[in-house]
């Protein structure tokens, strides 16, 4: 699932692509990727005629700004596409969303397993919308401190790591990402978050900002459908300290460890038992 660092990257594509141009003829096909009661035709209608203006972030979710105070979110769930193509680009069944731009390309948003979605807030207020309300603050925003994170964490007996990949507290961090700041903190994935000390949320912090900045200069990690807005992978894969690594050896100098798997939450948990205790 693109996590922060790939809808990052798809949002500066859009920015260059998207941005200043008029939406002038759109097709929408499925309600069922239609989140806030909308429905196909209405949602054509009210996006036809409007030029995109800033695109914004929170956590996975894209916040494209529409003249007239209209704001479209989408996600894009596990293998969502959303990107501008040339008007001769092939579409297919699995092409939810097209619409004609004025300068002769299209925006497209592409979705074989349709675990992604697209809302329109009419009114402009997207914090109150079914994509963003359970949404909490972006873990690349300069209000997520080492003090935030803390006050996420204590108290809490979960795992460190299902706080991590729980949107509500900070968003944009799944499971790659997760693991890897784990890691580069030096802490188990199975620590109760309430159990950490000061200096281990600090640094856990600076391992989420760090992972998460480099990830991003690299324009992602490519596990399976995601790519830059160029069409090519991004290039984090090649770096994974953790993510994907099970048996084998730990990449920290001077570490004999090798990397172990475990089941948390459904979801694989990468760790290297020596570097993380
Ligand atoms: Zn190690």
Redesign the pocket.
Known sequence: MPELPEVETVRRHLACALSGRRLHRVRARRNDLLKGGWHCRALERELTGRTVGEIGRRGKNLIIGLSNGAVLLAHLGMTGRLCVTDAEAPTDQHTHLIADLSDGRRLVFRDPRRFGHLELCADGRPGESETLRNVGLDAMADAFTARRLAEMLAGRTAPVKAALLDQRCVAGIGNIYACEAMFRAGISPQAPCGELSEEQVRRLHRAIRRVLAEAIAAEGTTIADYVTGAGVPGRFGERLRVYGREGER?R?RG?A?VIERIVQSNRSTFY?P??QR
Do not use: L, N, T, V
Request: overall charge positive; aromatic content about 0%.
């Open positions: 730990c920290r570490c460890g290297c020596a570097c």
